[in-house]
């Protein structure tokens, strides 16, 4: 997941510009060969996401928004009901299930001056700042540098297939009445991008419209992006899938073009 610029220009009501999910970056895949680990470990943080927003805001999924994009996203990806039913008790404490977990951000450079944004859930910052550390420092990444100001927090509702939408003019208004900032287009795949006040009206609509929402949240987005080398490029896709591949990393986000 990756950062978006929104653009006002003149005589416009947006600019359709690289966002997360939806740039060159979406492509970035783990390889085939270890898809059995890549399940649990996708398991192991979606079941932190649904822990955290359990604690935060309850388990009635009809009033905690980010509990239900949550399970919502774990479903996506057939995580069992039971291991579901088991990350809210964590979150709730039901059952002697509570667990603490921290949501961390660490903010740095990466290969061509590219700022980087980590996010974390975690039970333990020494050991979460540790292996970042260690990632940033084996890749020649700078862990001191300051970019959290290159990023605003905004809401984005990802959709897989929006070629059920019969008037995709129609689709883009609708989705703008609702608080709709930015629309970024990759094939069939869009990617919604609101204020973070927005989100829950723009999913909504995305619904409304007879499209299944393939995940969404709250996301830092990229105030400006940076053009960086097709070499830097590719050490920047290693860096961050080495970064995905920690079970505490939530989500990665850069302001690279």
């Known amino acids: 997941m990756f950062g978006l610029l929104v653009e006002q220009t003149p005589g416009a009501c947006y600019r359709n510009v690289i966002m997360s999910g939806h740039s060159k970056w979406a492509s970035i895949k783990h390889k085939k060969g270890a898809a059995d680990a890549k399940r649990a470990q996708v398991f192991t943080k979606l079941a932190k996401m649904i822990t955290v927003a359990a ?5 009635d999924m009809d009033s905690n928004f980010s509990l239900r994009m949550a399970v919502d996203k774990a479903k996506g990806s057939n995580m069992p009901k039971d291991r579901i039913a088991r990350a809210i008790d964590r979150g709730t404490g039901a059952g002697g299930e509570a667990v603490i977990l921290e949501t961390a951000v660490y903010e740095g450079m990466g290969p061509g001056g590219a700022a980087l944004l980590v996010e974390a859930l975690t039970d333990n910052k020494n050991r979460t700042i540790a292996n970042i550390k260690g990632i940033f420092n084996k890749r020649g990444g700078n862990l001191d540098a300051k970019v959290m100001w290159m990023f605003t927090r905004k809401g984005v509702v990802h959709v897989a297939d929006a ?4 008037d995709q003019d129609e689709l883009e208004l609708m989705l703008i009445e609702a608080g709709a900032e930015d629309i970024s287009r990759d094939g069939d795949r869009i990617s919604v991008i609101s204020a973070v006040s927005d989100l829950q009206s723009v999913e909504k609509a995305v619904k409304e419209a007879g499209l299944a929402v393939e995940g969404g949240g709250l996301e830092y987005v990229a105030k400006q992006e940076t053009e960086i080398s097709e070499e ?7 860096f961050i899938e080495a970064l995905e591949e920690d079970d505490d990393v939530n989500a990665v986000f850069t302001n690279a073009a």
């Not at 604690?55 to 388990?59: A, I, K, M, Q």
């Not at 490029?233 to 290693?238: G, I, K, P, R, V």
């Open 55 to 59: 604690r935060e805001g309850g388990e």
């Open 163 to 166: 070629s059920g939408a019969s």
């Open 232 to 238: 830097d490029e590719n050490s920047l896709a290693s």
